[in-house]
């Protein structure tokens, strides 16, 4: 029997604090990577009004100019002048940066082969597939992330001129859910808050919202009469990013994710290199939870992985298909596959997916997962046979 059930899920633009805190740590880590692949790198950033603060530990053969890749990312969002709350060419900036522990290298890769390499640090991840749109994403989710890059766009092209590089969306849903298989019907609710300068007024900034960013990204049929519109409900919004709120690396993993489906381990990504595996580990769940769905063994699959630090090899795998696998194959037989096309060591993650690369800052905006660009490895899924 089947039954109407409402879901929903935000995303924030790389103007909100929190991601730009992101975009700063991913930054630091693709300047390292770019010079010594083997950086280990675990770069924390804080912001607030005028003030950028990076922290942590990296240990690397990289010479790096801290301040320039600091101003260099935070002008890259779009914070340039004083009047949109924050300049990268007068904000403060820094650096607290100490080297890896010498505990933790001993125990996880120093003397080993890169293949061997032992886990960064304890933890569980965990991926996440779905059939319900092209990309193997949850709808929700992926609707709430393309509002985002559709507003960062309309504001780098100067197409709304009004925009200012903090905002946020949600979208909720209306699914038909008959045991674990969900079909979207409608989109219930839209929530838009954008900063705006000081002179575009509401009227404008609901029509524009509504005409050139709601109806170029979601698909007409999900709209009606009774789809409701919460666009810049608050009726001002010109203080953003981190002059309106504090930001923090790590304080938006969910929109990193799947937008509340699936299930999260707390683990962040920014800011790390694929010797964590709060960040190796989930993209290799991603990108087996999504082989299972696009080879048609289930509808949607979650997957669990464990690791304990110093040690390679998982402690343990999970698969659940929620009650959709394919008729006459089991979980079981699922995470068997799994266990036979899949080597989980971080060491072996790392260079099947090409991790080492510099390719980390565009993933700490719009989501890690999802996405069509072909350095997002982990979104090329295996053929899997029973």
């Not at 933790?104 to 779905?130: L, S």
């Not at 001129?161 to 946020?168: E, G, I, N, T, V």
């Not at 580990?281 to 979650?302: M, P, T």
């Not at 390679?312 to 799994?338: F, M, R, W």
Request: hydrophobic share 35%; glycine share 10%.
């Amino acid at each position: 029997m089947s039954h109407t059930i409402l879901f929903t899920s935000e995303s924030v633009t790389e103007g909100h604090p929190d991601k730009l805190c992101d975009q700063v740590s991913d930054a630091v880590l693709d300047a390292c990577l770019a010079q010594d692949p083997y950086s280990k790198v675990a770069c924390e950033t804080a912001s607030k009004t005028g003030l950028v603060m990076i922290f942590g530990e990296i240990t690397t053969k990289a010479v790096i100019d801290y301040q320039k890749v600091v101003r260099d990312a935070v002008k890259k969002i779009g914070f340039d002048d004083s009047a949109k709350g924050f300049d990268y060419k007068t904000c403060n900036v820094l650096v607290a940066i100490e080297q890896q522990s010498p505990d933790i290298a001993q125990g996880v890769h120093v003397g080993r082969d890169n293949d061997d390499m032992g886990a960064g640090d304890q933890g569980h991840m965990f991926g996440y597939a779905t059939n319900e749109t092209p990309e193997l994403m949850p709808l929700t989710h992926f609707l709430a992330c393309q509002l985002v890059l559709k507003l960062q766009e309309l504001r780098h092209n100067n197409t709304l001129s009004w925009l200012r590089p903090d905002a946020k969306t949600q979208v909720s849903i209306e699914y038909e859910k008959k045991g674990g298989f969900l079909t979207p019907k409608r989109v219930h609710t839209i929530v838009i808050s954008t900063q705006h300068d000081e002179v575009v007024t509401n009227e404008v900034i609901r029509s524009e919202l509504k005409e050139k960013v709601i109806k170029a990204v979601i698909p007409a049929h999900l709209l009606d009469d009774n789809t409701i519109y919460h666009l810049n409900p608050s009726g001002k919004f010109c203080i953003g990013g981190p002059m309106g709120d504090g930001g923090l690396t790590g304080r938006k993993i969910i929109i990193d994710t799947y937008g509340g489906w699936g299930a999260h381990g707390g683990g962040a990504f920014s800011g790390k290199d694929p010797s964590k595996v709060d960040r190796s580990g989930a993209y290799a769940a991603r990108w087996i939870a999504k082989s299972v769905v696009s080879s048609g063994l289930a509808a949607r699959a979650l997957v669990q992985v464990s690791y304990a630090i110093g040690v390679a090899k998982p402690l343990s795998v999970h698969v659940d298909t929620y009650g959709t696998n394919k008729e006459g194959v089991t979980d079981e037989q699922i995470l068997a596959c799994v266990l036979k096309n899949f080597d989980l060591r971080p060491g072996v993650l790392t260079r099947e997916l090409n991790l080492r690369r510099p390719i980390y800052s565009k993933t700490a905006s719009g989501g890690h997962f999802g996405r069509s660009d072909a350095d997002f490895s982990w979104e090329q899924p295996k053929k899997l046979v029973l």
